[in-house]
């Protein structure tokens, strides 16, 4: 039931997206959006729950994640412009052993909807801030995250450079996962992730 539901927002998500005016992105502003292009994108990921904010589940997390990335002129901040990433990722955690009851181990299914800067645009290599949200649900419930399906909220930087004719890129990132109070404890997981990803 809770991968039927992350599957159906994903279809919804590519609906509304095939059903964009495909030229819209032409009719106005003051960049070629055409000139960010469309890729493809492969991470790899690692990293530690922090214990703030309430969390109080420590747990190690290694996962990967496909995305789709394009041109988006809704997102441009004050004329600079963006990409949205559409990206579904996997993961697997293992906890400290704080909470016995808990299992050790979990895996967890995520889709995510963000926003992707660079800086300089349109330098070979640079800096990069992504933000964005999504939903994730998880094998089992646990201690910090009462409920199978959460909602997300990410926050991410870091430098790409070109490999070839691909962009590698190198980051940190802040995941905040939580039921957004729909049970209650709702104390959430704060995570904390290094990334290696490539555009192709």
């Known amino acids: 039931?809770?991968?039927?539901?992350?599957?159906?927002?994903?279809?919804l998500a590519s609906f509304a997206n095939s059903q964009?005016?495909?030229?819209a992105d032409s009719k106005k502003g003051d960049f070629d959006v055409d000139l960010l292009g469309k890729a493809h994108e492969f991470t790899i990921f690692g990293g530690e729950s922090l214990l703030i904010?309430?969390?109080?589940?420590?747990?190690?997390?290694?996962?990967?994640?496909?995305?789709?990335?394009?041109?988006?002129?809704?997102?441009a901040f004050r004329g600079y412009p963006a990409q949205m990433v559409q990206e579904i990722k996997f993961?697997?955690?293992?906890?400290?052993?704080?909470?016995?009851?808990d299992p050790r181990s979990d895996m967890a299914i995520g889709a995510l909807f963000y926003a992707h800067y660079e800086w300089p645009w349109q330098a070979p290599r640079g800096f990069y801030f992504d933000w964005g949200g999504g939903a994730e649900?998880?094998?089992?419930?646990?201690?910090?995250?009462?409920?199978?399906?959460?909602?997300?909220?990410?926050?991410?930087?870091?430098?790409?450079?070109?490999?070839?004719?691909?962009?590698?890129?190198f980051?940190?990132?802040?995941?905040?996962?939580?039921?957004?109070?729909?049970?209650?404890?709702?104390?959430?997981?704060?995570?904390?992730?290094?990334?290696v990803g490539i555009h192709f």
Do not use: W
């Open 171 to 195: 980051g940190i990132r802040y995941y905040h996962i939580s039921n957004a109070g729909r049970k209650r404890p709702n104390f959430g997981q704060n995570q904390i992730e290094a990334t």
């Open 1 to 11: 039931m809770k991968f039927g539901l992350l599957a159906a927002c994903l279809a």
């Open 137 to 169: 649900s998880v094998q089992h419930t646990s201690h910090d995250l009462p409920l199978s399906f959460n909602g997300a909220l990410m926050l991410g930087f870091g430098y790409h450079l070109p490999v070839g004719s691909q962009k590698l890129l």
């Open 53 to 75: 904010l309430g969390t109080e589940d420590r747990r190690t997390i290694l996962g990967a994640s496909y995305g789709y990335v394009r041109p988006d002129k809704r997102l």
């Open 20 to 23: 964009a005016d495909p030229n």
């Open 91 to 101: 993961d697997y955690s293992r906890a400290g052993g704080e909470y016995p009851r």
